[in-house]
């Protein structure tokens, strides 16, 4: 065998060698990559379990999200902010009270320290010259709170409406301050 010829076996011995290499890398990064599929494979096996598990809850919730997002859509609570007087007239009407009856005032923002709280709020005041009964402001206050699901009474003044001997008179006047309170959150 002459040096040219064992160069040349050298050469090829050399190449068999990166190819064995290069096969035995190879070889090690394709187990690896089916041993991270077959973990993802286990882990997702898993949620799938964990969600038929759960499903029944979670669709429960979705129906009760979905039903508060109707109220909200059909009371139109934005509009009692925007319109208060478009808003408010609804519900009192729905109750057969007179327009003349109650005059809606403007929106307010206030913080109570004392309760450490913010306060949105609109005051609707009861006229002196058309009262209401006890009931009608009742069923008022009531429609108010059924009709929003954010909207709440804060405050209700009454007093009785005409003479002040005449107790048999089942007329009121006063106010009633509707709104929203939010717990001031520190940062």
Not at 161 to 184: H, I, P
Request: glycine share 6%; proline share 2%; charged share 35%.
């Amino acid at each position: 065998m002459s040096n040219a010829d064992s160069q040349e076996a050298v050469g090829e011995l050399d190449l068999i060698k990166v190819y064995i290499w290069v096969m035995v890398a190879m070889s090690v990064v394709l187990g690896g990559v089916v041993w991270y599929t077959d973990s993802q494979v286990a882990e997702t096996r898993k949620h799938i379990a964990f969600a038929r598990k759960n499903l029944e809850p979670f669709a429960n919730s979705r129906e009760e999200i979905t039903r508060m997002l109707g109220v909200y859509t059909s009371n139109k609570e934005d509009e009692a902010r925007e319109q208060p007087l478009t808003w408010f007239s609804r519900v009192w009407t729905r109750k057969g009270i007179e327009r003349v009856s109650i005059r809606p005032g403007q929106w307010q923002e206030k913080f109570n320290t004392k309760g450490g709280f913010e306060e949105d709020y609109i005051e609707l005041k009861f006229d002196n010259r058309n009262p209401l009964t006890r009931r009608q402001i009742g069923e008022f206050c009531h429609e108010i709170e059924r009709e929003s699901a954010r909207l709440r009474i804060i405050q209700l003044k009454l007093r009785r409406a005409g003479r002040k001997d005449s107790y048999e008179d089942d007329t009121w006047s006063g106010s009633v301050t509707v709104g929203y309170r939010k717990a001031r959150i520190r940062e």
